[in-house]
């Protein structure tokens, strides 16, 4: 069965710091696709960035990138020059067959 | 642009009273539709998920249904609600493998 593990429950930066949320996985498929969804107070589910497995260069989106490594499962998120907005659980997600598995969530807190 | 729809955005029912959340997606055709829940602090939980009208997949067993009456509309139901039913449910549409939208959610609370 396919996991997601995200081993940081929260994290806590200062404002315009670099902080890196991990993120592992567990599949014997080969092609997929991995999610970094944001989730601020509001509620609202965010997609912040996607990766496709098939593709070795890592995902950016402006602040944020991913270090992806497929051989070991790891799907981690880079926010640079972090701020105020951003505070938000982050969560990570596998994409396969119409399903997406979701790891348990990272709290980050940037503070002022 | 795509645009989905999620209501009411709060909730309160008696135990043992129906419920019916509804859910629209707009801007686009076929999408596949999912029902999740979010207990508090934790991540999301997939209860239903449709590929298309009238075809329901459930994850887990429950007391709750859904339905997908037409292609851009899907419904979550429940005949008698149970106080374990409390939670943060959301709607969400993916079409090919682009990613998830999610609705802005529903609060359920069950007293």
């Known amino acids: 069965a396919q996991t997601v593990t995200q081993s940081q429950p929260e994290m806590s930066v200062q404002e315009a710091e670099t902080v890196t949320l991990s993120c592992t996985y567990d599949t014997s498929e080969n092609n997929y696709y991995l999610f970094w969804y944001k989730q601020p107070p509001s509620r609202q589910m965010i997609l912040v960035i996607r990766q496709e497995a098939y593709k070795q260069q890592n995902a950016t989106e402006n602040r944020f990138s991913v270090n992806f490594q497929k051989a070991a499962k790891s799907f981690s998120l880079k926010i640079s020059d972090s701020q105020l907005g951003d505070t938000a659980m982050y969560f990570c997600?596998?994409?396969?067959?119409?399903?997406?598995?979701w790891g348990a969530g990272t709290k980050l807190i940037i503070k002022p | 642009s795509q645009t989905i729809h999620q209501w009411p955005a709060t909730l309160v029912q008696p135990v043992g009273s129906p419920l019916s959340l509804e859910c629209t997606v707009e801007g686009t055709s076929n999408p596949n539709l999912y029902w999740y829940r979010q207990a508090a602090g934790r991540g999301l939980q997939l209860l239903f998920y449709?590929?298309?009208?009238?075809?329901i997949s459930s994850e887990v067993p429950q007391n709750l249904s859904a339905s997908r009456p037409q292609d851009r509309q899907f419904i979550l139901s429940s005949k008698k609600l149970l106080l374990s039913d409390s939670g943060f449910y959301l709607c969400a549409w993916s079409a090919e493998n682009y990613g998830y939208t999610f609705g802005s959610g529903t609060r359920l609370t069950v007293v």
């Open positions: 449709s590929v298309g009208i009238g075809q």
């Open positions: 997600a596998f994409y396969s067959n119409y399903q997406l598995i």
